[in-house]
């Protein structure tokens, strides 16, 4: 072989293995335990409470965004069930707050509106431990900034 092309096969060689050490670097840690959950779900609604915000809804998933902890305030509102549910979802795939999508469409990134699982709306908050996400956690029943303030409580108890 001429010395270009063992020179070719060894940039392509360990460029590869530099991509795949990269991808080894897993930004999730173990699931949220139930404990931990029921925590954050409780703190969210003590500031829900403590606000005298409407009745809420609020939902903790883990990193796969499969429900692990869901609690629902007497009297809170039916259709903010599935919300909490997919604002958690969305903040543990995609590993950013739902305020990120909500800021960039109300800055007339409307093509986000079409990214499948990304909800445009505050409320949706990833569960940190160790530098590892663990979870998210999602808020619905007020208005956005609302959901943000009682989901960032629940987040809160994260460390």
Do not use: C
């Amino acid at each position: 072989m001429s010395k270009k092309l063992v020179l070719l096969f060894l940039l392509a060689f360990f460029g590869f293995a530099g991509v795949a050490r990269a991808q080894s670097a897993h930004p999730y840690g173990p699931p949220i335990a139930l404990a931990a959950a029921k925590r954050a779900a409780a703190a969210a609604v003590a500031a829900a409470k403590a606000h005298k915000f409407v009745p809420y809804v609020v939902a903790i998933v883990d990193p796969a965004g499969l429900l692990v902890y869901f609690e629902r305030m007497d009297n809170a509102q039916y259709a903010s069930i599935p919300i909490a549910i997919d604002k958690a979802k969305s903040a543990a795939l995609f590993r950013r707050p739902t305020k990120v999508w909500e800021d960039l469409v109300t800055k007339g990134a409307t093509r986000l509106l079409g990214l499948r699982g990304a909800v445009p709306s505050e409320g949706g908050v990833p569960l940190v431990s160790g530098g590892k996400i663990i979870g998210a956690i999602g808020a619905s029943a007020g208005t956005p900034q609302q959901d943000g303030i009682v989901a960032k409580a629940g987040a809160e108890t994260i460390k």
